[in-house]
C-alpha cells in the first residue's frame, strides 16, 4: 500500500522551531522529487519547498527562504523540513507529496501521492 505520512507538527511560539518528517511506504522516493505544501484556514494551498530526486536541488517559496530548509534521506526513505524562526502566518496544514521527477517541481498538478498533512500552529 502506498502512503506517506507526516509527523512533526504541534503548537510553537513565534521564532521557535519544528521539523517535519515524510515517511514513505510502499514505495521508494528515490525517484521522485518530493514538496511540501501548506493550506491555512480559509485559504488556497500553497507550496512551500521542493527538493529534486537527482542533485538534491531545492526550491523555497519566498515566504519561507532562509528560515526553512529541505532534506532527504534516502535510506529512511523519508524527507525532512526544519522550519525555524517560525511567525504566526506559518500557521497551516502542512502537506507532503511526491512528483515523478528527476528535477525539482512546482507545479502542484504534477504531484501524484499526497500524505494526509500535519498540523503546524504558530501562537503565543
Known amino acids: 500500500q502506498v502512503q506517506l505520512v507526516e509527523s512533526g507538527g504541534g503548537l510553537v511560539q513565534p521564532g521557535g522551531s519544528l521539523r517535519l518528517s515524510c515517511a514513505a511506504s510502499?514505495?521508494?522516493?528515490?525517484?521522485?522529487?518530493i514538496g511540501w505544501f501548506r493550506q491555512a484556514p480559509g485559504k488556497e494551498r500553497e507550496g512551500v519547498s521542493c527538493?529534486?530526486?537527482?542533485?538534491?536541488?531545492?526550491y523555497y517559496a519566498d515566504s519561507v527562504k532562509g528560515r526553512f530548509t529541505i532534506s532527504r534521506d534516502n535510506a529512511k526513505n523519508t524527507v525532512y523540513l526544519q522550519m525555524n524562526s517560525l511567525k504566526p502566518e506559518d500557521t497551516a496544514v502542512y502537506y507532503c507529496?511526491?512528483?515523478?521527477?528527476?528535477?525539482?517541481?512546482?507545479?502542484?498538478?504534477?504531484?501524484?501521492?499526497w500524505g494526509q498533512g500535519t498540523q503546524v500552529t504558530v501562537s503565543s
Open positions: 507529496a511526491t512528483a515523478w521527477s528527476i528535477v525539482v517541481v512546482t507545479r502542484e498538478s504534477e504531484y501524484d501521492y
Open positions: 510502499g514505495f521508494t522516493l528515490d525517484y521522485y522529487a
Open positions: 527538493i529534486s530526486s537527482s542533485d538534491g536541488s531545492t
